[in-house]
């Protein structure tokens, strides 16, 4: 029996709704035999998921999604592999973390200004499990007092980009989130480049050490599959997938929606280890 793979799961210490507990059951049920946790911004889901995992003989890499953007265009970075025990790595994630605390407070500024007042940080956090807040939470508040009827209305008036409350995020390059990965003995990948639209910079991203391309990703029409299939071998990076689920807050991408061959996890690992 081929052994599949799920290398894009979010759990709800970022902006999932999943504890780790229900993301290894479900991965079970999908017929998954190896996960990776790529919360943005943060590892405290990687523990809690490695530990509830055991009980279920599953394997759980470490994984990351850090938050890039590179004149104007947010470009996320997936990381595996790494050591997710690193000192430099917890203190590097403080700090992005506490930025992410700083621009919620201003998009709380910027309704209360617009009028929305019964809206506060504390209420905020009180909805989240992770100290990587992010737009969603706010959004989930944001429904929750009756503001908006769904969290896709709360983006479109007040914080997608552009929108009324909108705080731009953390500024690091994908040049330094590819550094900051490799740093941490991890591979660093481009997340859901078909999203990320920038395949002119993929060579550039390469040179710096880019390692592999997110190219199995939800909803992708075969063609656009086997265009980052060959832009991968023409760069001679590996290939990737996942179904970048977030639970509830993003029904249509459930975990395992994706699923890859485990032969591609260990031509990963072969690529962390220089082979």
């Given amino acids: ?34 996960i990776a946790i790529t919360d943005h ?15 279920y003989d599953l394997e759980v890499i470490s994984g990351i999604e850090l938050s890039t953007e590179l004149n104007g265009k947010e470009i996320d970075i997936l990381g ?5 025990q690193n000192s430099s790595l917890h ?28 809206i506060h940080f504390e209420e905020v956090c009180g909805l989240a499990q992770t100290k990587a807040l992010g737009r969603p939470h706010l959004a989930a508040l944001l429904v929750k007092k009756g503001i908006v009827t769904t ?12 929108a009324l409350a909108y705080v731009p995020k953390f500024k690091q390059t994908p040049q330094e989130g590819i550094r900051l990965i490799k740093g941490w003995g991890g591979i660093a990948v481009l997340a859901h480049p ?4 920038v395949d002119e910079l993929i060579a ?9 391309l997110e190219v199995y990703y939800p909803h992708c029409l075969d063609s ?34 994706v699923r890859i061959p485990y032969d591609l996890v260990e031509r990963l690992k072969q690529a962390v280890n220089g082979k």
């Fill in 41 to 55: 911004d943060t590892i405290d889901g990687i523990q809690p998921t490695i530990e509830s995992a055991r009980l």
């Fill in 204 to 212: 550039g991203f390469v040179r710096d050490g880019l390692g592999g």
């Fill in 151 to 162: 969290m896709k209305r709360a983006f479109d008036k007040f914080l997608a980009k552009g």
């Fill in 91 to 118: 203190a590097r994630l403080a700090v992005i973390q506490a930025a992410r605390v700083e621009r919620m407070k201003k998009m709380i500024e910027r309704l209360v200004a617009l009028g929305i007042r019964n």
């Fill in 1 to 34: 029996m081929t052994k599949l793979a799920d290398l894009h799961i979010h759990t709800y210490y970022s902006d999932g709704t999943l504890s780790p507990q229900e993301v290894v059951v479900q991965a079970k049920a999908a017929g998954l035999s190896c």
């Fill in 224 to 257: 656009v599959i086997h265009f980052y299939e060959g832009l991968a071998k023409k760069y001679g990076v590996v290939v990737t997938g996942g179904s970048d689920a977030h639970g509830q807050a993003r029904q249509h991408a459930f975990i395992g929606k």
């Fill in 80 to 84: 595996y592999f790494f050591d997710w």
């Fill in 194 to 197: 078909m999203l990320s639209n």
